[in-house]
Nanobody, 112 residues
Framework: QVQLVESGGGLVQPGGFLRLSCAASGSISRFGFMGWYRQAPGKERELVAGITIHGNTNYADSVKARFTISRDNVKNTVYLQMNSLKPEDTAVYYC??????WGQGTRVTVSS
């Protein structure tokens, strides 16, 4: 069972940026897909960005051109660079690895 630990969340002003990290307790090379999801209050969890073992990425329309997902198979870490943050990006962000593995989440609040 792999453990996923997110970090990097916090409070940021609109237009600001954050970089989320998801550190795995073991090799992530075995996961064909890893992704970042988010859940805002009163809403369902949604996929924000995903990346395959081959480096193919996909993004929710709401974050395209603002967020970038990447993975480092040596450091066993997945990143989410979030730029031009908006209040509607406020949510708890979760790291996910194929096979039903989830982190505990990191909170992102975008507010002035």
């Amino acid at each position: 069972q792999v453990q996923l630990v997110e970090s990097g969340g916090g409070l940021v002003q609109p237009g600001g940026f954050l970089r989320l990290s998801c550190a795995a307790s073991g090799s992530i090379s075995r996961f064909g897909f890893m992704g970042w999801y988010r859940q805002a209050p009163g809403k369902e969890r949604e996929l924000v960005a995903g990346i395959t073992i081959h480096g193919n990425t996909n993004y929710a329309d709401s974050v395209k051109a603002r967020f970038t997902i990447s993975r480092d198979n040596v450091k066993n870490t997945v990143y989410l660079q979030m730029n031009s943050l908006k209040p509607e990006d406020t949510a708890v962000y979760y790291c996910h690895a194929a096979g039903g593995h989830w982190g505990q989440g990191t909170r992102v609040t975008v507010s002035s």
